[in-house]
């Protein structure tokens, strides 16, 4: 069998991890606070059979979060905000803190804080932020104290990333550290607002149809590659 069946099939498995990313960049292009992601790859030399020849593969080493931020939408609403660049909310998860440009905060019967998707939300000491009862509007500030009638009841938990590259998306808009070391930090927000997507939807249907074109056209050469491989077989006497 041809090796370059196995470059051309490297190259179409690649293209599956790029379909699979644009659609769900493109899932989430209305999702606040999403942060879109894509694909990383990796060429890989092997040698070819024993002629000492080498061969080309590519694989997908990882995937990277684009922390470019998306646009701001004014809401009005005294719980939302939106982070300046490179500030992410801590979140409190069974699986550990994680980090989301999400901010659109609700409170739950028993006084816990959470974001618009569950998540509770981590105040200064990294614990999940509780509200003790009482009357009276709560709202956010601009340096993200939570207070209710002017008075504070809480602070969320904000920080910044050594090496925001080393990011990974968990689901939806959560992000876990995976090496990145966060920092508590101090930060304006935009009180009032939120974070859109940063993933739109024309740039999501365009990588996808360029996905698309791309997995069909390694199809054709993997096609190809077979139908050579059989005019051997069939052809040459044995």
């Known amino acids: 069998m041809n090796d370059g069946i196995y470059a051309a099939l490297s190259g179409a498995i690649a293209q599956s991890s790029v379909l699979e990313t644009a ?7 209305s999702t606040d606070g999403y942060q879109r992601v894509r694909p990383v790859f ?19 080493a990882a995937t990277a979060v684009d922390t470019s931020a998306g646009a701001t939408r004014p809401t009005g609403r005294a719980l939302d905000a939106a982070l300046p660049d490179g500030v992410y909310l801590a979140v409190s998860t069974p699986r550990g803190e994680r980090y989301t440009r999400a901010v659109s905060l609700a409170v739950d019967p028993d006084g816990g804080v959470r974001t618009a998707r569950g998540a509770a939300v981590a105040d200064e000491s990294g614990a999940p932020l509780r509200v003790p009862p009482g009357e009276g509007e709560l709202a956010l ?5 939570l207070r209710r009638a002017g008075a504070p009841v809480g602070r969320l938990r904000l920080v910044r990333f050594d090496r925001p590259e080393q990011l990974t998306q968990e689901g939806g808009t959560l992000l876990a550290p995976r090496g990145a070391t966060p920092a508590a930090t101090s930060a304006a927000l935009t009180v009032g607002s939120v974070e859109e997507s940063n993933a739109t939807m024309v740039s999501a249907m365009t990588d996808l149809v360029t996905a698309t074109r791309t997995f069909e056209a390694f199809q054709r050469v993997i096609d190809a590659f077979r139908e050579a491989d059989r005019r051997v077989v069939t052809s040459v006497p044995g």
């Open 23 to 29: 659609a769900n960049n493109l899932a989430n292009a």
């Open 42 to 60: 990796q060429e890989v030399l092997a040698q070819a059979g024993g002629t000492g020849a080498r061969t080309s593969y590519v694989t997908v």
């Open 141 to 145: 500030t601009a340096d993200g104290e």
